[in-house]
Nanobody, 117 residues
Framework: QVQLVESGGGLVQPGGSLRLSCAASGSIFKANVMGWFRQAPGRQRDLVATSTSAGSTYYADSVKGRFTISRDNAKNTVYLQMNSLKPEDTAVYYC???????????WGKGTLVTVSS
């Protein structure tokens, strides 16, 4: 089992910035993918960004150039730096961990990001 604990959500004005953190604990395997999804009210959960243990990253088109994903493998922590936030970025952001060896997925409980003036 892997436990994921997110932090860093909150209320921010349009154009502002937030940094989300997600710490993983438990049965952490070296080969993994960590990342972030988000779900706005009434919408499906969408991929935001991912980072592999090998160093590859992926971003959804809607956040390219504004969001940056990074990770500290020694701390089993992934971060999401969100800049130039827009009202449409408002959502619950979920941390995601995949054990790529056994194809197991784990989710955090989510942290709410609200972009509003």
């Amino acid at each position: 089992q892997v436990q994921l604990v997110e932090s860093g959500g909150g209320l921010v004005q349009p154009g502002g910035s937030l940094r989300l953190s997600c710490a993983a604990s438990g049965s952490i395997f070296k080969a993994n993918v960590m990342g972030w999804f988000r779900q706005a009210p009434g919408r499906q959960r969408d991929l935001v960004a991912t980072s592999t243990s090998a160093g590859s990253t992926y971003y959804a088109d809607s956040v390219k150039g504004r969001f940056t994903i990074s990770r500290d493998n020694a701390k089993n922590t992934v971060y999401l730096q969100m800049n130039s936030l827009k009202p449409e970025d408002t959502a619950v952001y979920y941390c995601y961990y995949k054990n790529t060896l056994y194809d197991l997925d784990y989710w955090g409980k989510g942290t709410l990001v609200t972009v509003s003036s």
